[in-house]
Nanobody, 123 residues
Framework: QLQASGGGLVQAGGSLRLSCAAS????????MGWFRQAPGKEREFVAA????????AYADSVKGRFTISRDNAKNTVYLQMNTLKPEDTAVYYC??????????????????WGQGTLVTVSS
């Protein structure tokens, strides 16, 4: 089970940190990702991190503003979001990809999904 939290309403230029706590799985065996879905749009990749946390990947739209990290001792993955823009408004989902040593940006590669947390950025 993945439980995402930390969403909310923030003004443009502000920051939020999302958390995703995993339970019932061996967290260190999963690559983790964050995706988002804005109203009327398809779900899209935001960021991913490998099992060890050594490698990360970002969508071009968030590169330099968002940082993904993980704490395997706490079974938690984070998404630090800075310099938020109105176009970042979306429901953010965390996801777990079993077994791969790398990371993936493909939605279909992920085995488990959290329930989503809403981020609203006002202009």
């Amino acid at each position: 089970q993945l439980q995402a939290s930390g969403g909310g309403l923030v003004q443009a230029g502000g920051s939020l940190r999302l958390s995703c706590a995993a339970s019932g799985l061996t967290f260190s065996l999963y690559g983790m990702g964050w995706f988002r879905q804005a109203p009327g749009k398809e779900r899209e990749f935001v960021a991913a991190i490998t099992r060890s946390g050594a490698d990360t990947a970002y969508a071009d739209s968030v590169k330099g503003r968002f940082t993904i990290s993980r704490d395997n001792a706490k079974n938690t993955v984070y998404l630090q979001m800075n310099t938020l823009k109105p176009e970042d408004t979306a429901v953010y989902y965390c996801a777990a990809d079993y077994g791969s040593y790398g990371y993936t940006v493909q939605i279909s590669d992920y085995d488990y999904w959290g329930q989503g947390t809403l981020v609203t950025v006002s202009s």
